[in-house]
């Protein structure tokens, strides 16, 4: 049906978010030992001002998180929703800020695939192994549930399917959560994606959500990169979520959300580590900076948070 088709397009933008990583960082833009076990090739080059915009998303989405985990000082869980390929799981078990346990999420034959990888790369399942207590590690195709890590396969736009299967792997709703979602909600309807932030502001006392996504949409060059996605039979079915920064905070504050910040990413750009970006402007030479720059002011980090612990949560910024 129409509706499969549009769903694995959206399935396939996993391929198009890994292979870019893959190539940026192959190129040293920033370090990931994993990814290659998850794309084999680092595949054709992409342009500068594409890697350039994969480093201020993966940076901008690190520093977040990495500032949740320290502040609940590793006494947390991680909601990765739509999670693709994504290693970063693995990146914190190296450098030793694990949360109590990882889930992610993402549709059942995306979930397939990774698990596959898991289980046939030791680099990827030795570090599940080390850190589960017992032998008995569940682990078939759909699903692999160890003590600090869980992928789950569910549709993010049947909330309550989703949130039966996460207490079925015990998700711990009075533990300080962080979700994630990157490149994610775009691809569903202003009232799912609503209803999908509800329920995480309704189920966690004491929680963070980060957004990563397009925004800016309206204008000329957000128009052509609906276009471009369309012409792959891609809808951005979110794209009225994302007209503005103000638009990306609403949805939170509107859904039970106590506080919400948002950023597009050409300000995130230049709020990160300057020395390392200066680093990796070095690495290839950037003719176009105005191509940069509408490119970056085209995606945000949104994030929004409630605190009944008082953790000061609120405080976590740029
Ligand atoms: N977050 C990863 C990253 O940034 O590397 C992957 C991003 S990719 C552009 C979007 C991901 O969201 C895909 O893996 C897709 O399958 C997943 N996704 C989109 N809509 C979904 C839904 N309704 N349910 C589950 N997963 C979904």
Known sequence: TDSDTADEAVRATCDDATTCKRFASSKNYWKDPYIQYFVRSVGERKAPEINRGYYARVQGMNHLLDAF??????????INLGAGLDTTFWRLKDENIMP?????????????????NIKTKPPLSKPLIETHSTDSLLLDAHSLDSDRYCIIGADL??????NEKLKKFQLNPELPTLLLSECVMVYMTPSQSSNLVHWAAETFHTAMFINYEQVNMSDRFGQVMVENLQRRQCTLAGVEACQSLDSQRDRFLKTGWEHADALDMMTVYSMLPQDDVARIERLEFLDEKELLQQLLQHYSICWATKDKLNLGLSQLAF
């Not at 985990?69 to 991680?78: L, M, S, Y």
């Not at 736009?157 to 989703?162: A, E, I, Q």
């Open 157 to 162: 736009r049947d909330v309550s399917n989703l």
């Open 100 to 116: 109590r346990k990882f889930f992610e999420v993402d549709f059942p034959t995306v979930v397939a695939r990774k698990i596959h």
């Open 69 to 78: 985990i320290r502040k609940t000082e590793c006494d947390c869980q991680v």
